[in-house]
């Protein structure tokens, strides 16, 4: 069994690599493994650019490949916002709920129609004395006027699927692993470890 190092302590996202790429019969280690790594200063402007920045850094300590992820929302009406900024959009505690609760406030006048959002995730692969490659991968949604679903992290409770007439949140996580932007970026590099 080949092993994986991704470049996150959070959770959530480390459950979502576990599951897609236990698939394939990787495991999987993350920096929740290594505590005495600090977080990697994401100083990037673009997703692709602060998974590389994560990715190059931890391959670097390591002298072996690894993956990092970078994801967030995008809504058109905020003119992208959160973008970049997601886990951080209502301070810098991270704080899913604070950050949910920003993002419906300033839709609050925005009408269904004109509330259409993606999650994007890029994720960078990062080995030792080889050019880093970067897979993106979208889903493409709406945001609710209010939380629905206690499954999944982040955003998820309120990013509404046309497809499945459901938000993230109360998707199982397996119907989350087959649409989700993480798991259309880690397609990507599934083809290409083909």
């Known amino acids: 069994m080949k092993e994986w190092i991704v470049a996150t302590k959070n959770k959530g996202k480390v459950a979502e690599f576990e599951a897609i790429l236990g698939k394939r019969g990787f495991s999987v280690k993350s920096?929740?493994?290594?505590?005495?790594?600090?977080?990697?200063?994401?100083?990037g402007s673009t997703f692709n650019e602060n998974a590389t920045i994560k990715a190059e850094a931890i391959a670097e300590r390591f002298q072996r490949p690894v993956l990092a992820d970078d994801s967030?929302?995008?809504?058109?009406?905020?003119?992208?916002?959160?973008?970049?900024?997601?886990?951080?959009?209502?301070?810098?505690e991270k704080d899913d709920?604070?950050?949910?609760?920003?993002?419906?406030?300033?839709?609050?006048?925005?009408?269904?129609?004109?509330?259409?959002?993606?999650?994007?995730?890029?994720?960078?692969?990062?080995?030792?004395q080889a050019e880093t490659i970067v897979f993106e991968g979208t889903c493409e949604g709406?945001?609710?006027?209010?939380?629905?679903?206690?499954?999944?992290?982040?955003?998820?409770?309120?990013?509404?699927?046309?497809?499945?007439?459901k938000t993230m949140a109360e998707l199982t996580q397996e119907e989350k692993n087959k649409l989700s932007h993480r798991y259309h970026a880690l397609k990507q590099l599934d083809k290409w470890l083909d």
């Open 31 to 43: 920096l929740l493994d290594y505590p005495a790594i600090e977080d990697i200063e994401e100083t």
């Open 72 to 92: 967030g929302l995008i809504i058109d009406a905020l003119d992208g916002r959160p973008g970049i900024f997601s886990a951080r959009y209502a301070g810098e």
């Open 142 to 165: 709406y945001i609710t006027t209010e939380p629905k679903g206690t499954g999944g992290f982040g955003y998820d409770p309120i990013f509404y699927v046309p497809s499945h007439d």
């Open 97 to 128: 709920q604070k950050n949910i609760e920003k993002v419906l406030r300033e839709l609050q006048d925005i009408p269904w129609k004109a509330r259409t959002a993606r999650f994007h995730c890029s994720i960078a692969l990062a080995r030792p």
